[in-house]
């Protein structure tokens, strides 16, 4: 599975963005997908995950107001739509796909290149 991210910039706190990943190679529907973001000097924290066949979600506790995960079969896409944006959420966004459940930065099989996030005050 190759991922590519997109959908990164700067954007002023209070606004909004929508990541995209695009998916190639996926030969079966079993997958799990997250998005990841890492802070500079920071670990990389689980932020969403989706699976592909049934579209179920979870969120990190402290997102699941703000943002929300969602997948196009049809556009081989994950989205991650950010809403109200604050400052401290300015990261490396990155996706990730995972034969398994994905709840930390140890277990995706495959990354996407990350794309920056930078929220203004």
């Known amino acids: 599975v190759q991922l590519q991210a997109s959908g990164g910039g700067l954007v002023q706190a209070g606004g909004s963005l929508r990541l995209s990943c695009l998916v190639s190679?996926?030969?079966?529907?079993?997958?799990?997908f997250g998005w990841f973001r890492q802070a500079p000097g920071k670990e990389r924290d689980f932020v969403a995950q989706?699976?592909?066949?049934?579209?179920?979600?979870r969120y990190r506790d402290s997102l699941k107001a703000r943002f929300r995960i969602s997948r196009d079969s049809a556009e081989s896409t994950v989205y991650l739509q950010m809403n109200s944006l604050k400052p401290e959420d300015t990261a490396v966004y990155y996706c990730?796909?995972?034969?398994?459940?994905?709840?930390?930065?140890?277990?995706?099989?495959?990354w996407g290149q990350g794309t920056l996030v930078t929220v203004s005050s």
């Open positions: 990730a796909s995972s034969a398994g459940a994905i709840t930390t930065a140890a277990e995706p099989d495959n």
């Open positions: 989706i699976a592909w066949r049934a579209g179920t979600t």
């Open positions: 190679g996926l030969t079966t529907s079993d997958n799990f």
